[in-house]
Nanobody, 122 residues
């Protein structure tokens, strides 16, 4: 069956760094656009970063540009989110997601991970 398994969340002080990982299985990982989303308590999930199937293009929401880096290693079916200069407002549950659109041109997440909590203290 399809699985997306995140890891790497935790607690860190403001200004610190974390690297999230997401391992996919049960589908053709290298053909899917991959996203990181986050969800604040009581809010809708929001997109944080996106990477095309081949890894050639990336996109970021404005609030994380210059601080977060999304990457992938298709040979390992693994997606990463390097988060630097973390702020308390980055505190959220982070989810990886897979879209069956290699160039990320169409919306519609097909698969979700279970989430990993990131907590940034001031």
């Amino acid at each position: 069956q399809v699985q997306l398994v995140e890891s790497g969340g935790g607690s860190v002080q403001a200004g610190g760094s974390l690297r999230l990982s997401c391992v996919g299985s049960g589908y053709t990982y290298s053909s899917f656009c991959m996203d990181w989303f986050r969800q604040f308590p009581g809010k809708e999930r929001e997109g944080v970063a996106t990477i095309t199937a081949g890894g050639g293009s990336t996109y970021y929401t404005d609030s994380v540009k210059g601080r977060f880096t999304i990457s992938r290693v298709n040979a390992k079916n693994t997606l990463y989110l390097q988060m630097n200069s973390l702020k308390p407002e980055d505190t959220a549950m982070y989810y990886c997601a897979a879209r069956p659109s290699p160039d990320c041109s169409t919306a519609g997440v097909r698969y979700w991970g279970q989430g990993t909590q990131v907590t940034v203290s001031s």
